[in-house]
């Protein structure tokens, strides 16, 4: 469950300003009963001022006022009317605890998805062409110690931009009218 903006404060301004029970307000606020208890005796959070949760459109006073006639009943958070922040455009940052796995990540591009274009390979990656091409003919620096894994479980990339860009070069190929090739099979320990 979503939880509102400030728990606390939160808390305190519908303990001073409302009739809602204790554990209508730490249902809502993802606190204990005991604690909303103790914020209402004064023993916890002195000094918080609270926040109003009407005001800053996380509840309506009708919802309040319905769940005051009902003991039962639980609050409900508004939809937040906030866009989710999409990732911009262009250059990728890794962090440089990652980069080194970086060429590992591109092998397992080029070994199970051939028709991802190096273009694509590298905004996936943020990688230039000239590195997936030493990967690709093993002669980057590192060649001996690349083994091909996947970026999404070394977090380079999101599973939900791996596949946009397949569906994409996939689509590239049906229009080309060459064939498309089939999804790769997931890898098993041989060793077990």
Not at 95 to 101: L, S
Not at 113 to 133: C, F, N, R, V, W
Not at 152 to 167: K, R
Request: aromatic share 4%.
């Amino acid at each position: 469950m979503t939880l509102p903006l400030m728990p606390k404060a939160t808390a305190v301004w519908l303990i001073e300003k409302t009739a809602l029970t204790f554990t209508q307000i730490a249902d809502f606020c993802g606190m204990h009963p005991l604690e909303v208890q103790a914020i209402a005796d004064g023993e916890v959070a002195q000094g918080i001022v609270g926040y109003d949760p009407v005001a800053n459109s996380q509840l309506t006073l009708a919802e309040i006022h319905r769940c005051e006639a009902d003991p039962e009943t639980r609050l409900k958070l508004l939809p937040t009317a906030n866009p989710l922040p999409k990732r911009s455009k262009g250059a990728r940052y890794t962090p440089v605890a990652k980069r080194n796995d970086r060429p590992d990540g591109i092998a397992f591009l080029l070994r199970h998805y051939p028709q991802l274009s190096e273009a694509q390979i590298g905004k996936l990656m943020g990688t230039t062409k000239d590195t997936i091409e030493k990967v690709r003919n093993r002669t980057h620096w590192n060649s001996p110690n690349i083994k091909p894994r996947d970026p999404v479980i070394l977090g380079l990339c999101s599973q939900t931009d791996l596949n946009a860009m397949v569906t994409q070069a996939n689509e590239r190929l049906e229009r080309e009218g060459r064939a498309v090739p089939p999804p790769p099979m997931p890898e098993t320990d041989e060793a077990a």
